[in-house]
C-alpha cells in the first residue's frame, strides 16, 4: 500500500464548476497535510495546509480533512482554466517520518472553457 | 529575487560523468532537502537536512551524496551519472517547529546521456 495516495485523473470539470481532488493516506499518526499546485516543468506551489480534522477555506480553495477515515481532500470552486495543474497531496507522518513530506503522485486537472 | 535558488537550472552530460547541483536559500530556513520528480511517480526523498551537522538518507539516496556547507547551502552531488537519473531535481526548505510547510526551489533538469 502507498502511503499515499491520489487518483492520478486526468479530473476535467467544465469552467465555472467545482473540481473535486481526493487523497488518502496509511499512516495513522500523521499530523499536518498540504496540497501543493504544479504546473509541467515548474516547481510545487502551496496552496493549502491543514493540520486539524474539518475544513478549511481559503479564496476559492477548501481543504478537508477526516483523520479518522485518513482522507483529505481539496475543493476548487469556480474553477478556471489557470487551475489546470497537477495537484499533489503531501504529508508528514507520524513518529517514523517527522518532518519528511510524503507525497502522492498527483492528480492532473483539467478545467475546459 | 527567489528566496530559493538552483544552479545549474538545466543540465545535459554523461554517462560516468560527476555532477553537483547546488541549492542556496535567503529565507533562513534550518531544514533543506532534495527531491527527484520522475513522470508517473511523484517527488521523492533524496536526502534531508535538519541543521548543518545533521544529514539523513531519504527514500532514494543510493548514487547521490551531498553537502551541506553552511545553514544557506545544500548541495546534491552525482557521484557518476547514470541515465536513469535523469530526471527533475528539486531543492526545497523549511523552518523547524513552524508548520513544516516546505518551499520548493525552480528546479534543475538534468539529462545523462
Known amino acids: 500500500q502507498k502511503e499515499v495516495e491520489q487518483n492520478s485523473g486526468p479530473l476535467s470539470v467544465p469552467e465555472g464548476a467545482i473540481a473535486s481532488l481526493n487523497c488518502t493516506y496509511s499512516?495513522?499518526?500523521?499530523?499536518?497535510f498540504f496540497w501543493y499546485r504544479q504546473y509541467s516543468g515548474k516547481s510545487p506551489e502551496l496552496i493549502m495546509s491543514?493540520?486539524?480534522?474539518g475544513d478549511k477555506e481559503d479564496g476559492r480553495f477548501t481543504a478537508q480533512l477526516n483523520k479518522a477515515s485518513q482522507y483529505v481532500s481539496l475543493l476548487i470552486r469556480d474553477s478556471q482554466p489557470s487551475d489546470s495543474a497537477t495537484y499533489l497531496c503531501?504529508?508528514?507522518?507520524?513518529?517514523?517520518?517527522?518532518?519528511?513530506?510524503?507525497f502522492g503522485q498527483g492528480t492532473t486537472l483539467q478545467v475546459k472553457p | 529575487d527567489a528566496d530559493v535558488t538552483q544552479t545549474p537550472r538545466n543540465r545535459i552530460t554523461k554517462t560516468g560523468k560527476r555532477i553537483m547541483l547546488e541549492c542556496s536559500q535567503t529565507?533562513?530556513?534550518?531544514?533543506m532537502y532534495w527531491y527527484r520528480q520522475d513522470p508517473g511517480l511523484g517527488l521523492r526523498l533524496i536526502y534531508y537536512?535538519?541543521?548543518?551537522?545533521?544529514?539523513n538518507k531519504g527514500e532514494i539516496s543510493d548514487g547521490y551524496s551531498v553537502s551541506r556547507q553552511a545553514q544557506a547551502k545544500f548541495s546534491l552531488s552525482l557521484e557518476s551519472a547514470i541515465p536513469n537519473q535523469t530526471a527533475l531535481y528539486f531543492c526545497?526548505?523549511?523552518?523547524?517547529?513552524?508548520?513544516?510547510?516546505?518551499?520548493f526551489g525552480p528546479g534543475t533538469r538534468l539529462t545523462v546521456l
Open positions: 526545497a526548505t523549511s523552518v523547524t517547529g513552524f508548520s513544516d510547510t516546505q518551499y
Open positions: 499512516d495513522r499518526g500523521s499530523q499536518s
Open positions: 491543514i493540520y486539524s480534522n
Open positions: 503531501a504529508v508528514i507522518g507520524g513518529s517514523s517520518n517527522t518532518g519528511k513530506l510524503i
Open positions: 529565507k533562513g530556513h534550518d531544514r
Open positions: 537536512s535538519f541543521d548543518v551537522k545533521d544529514i
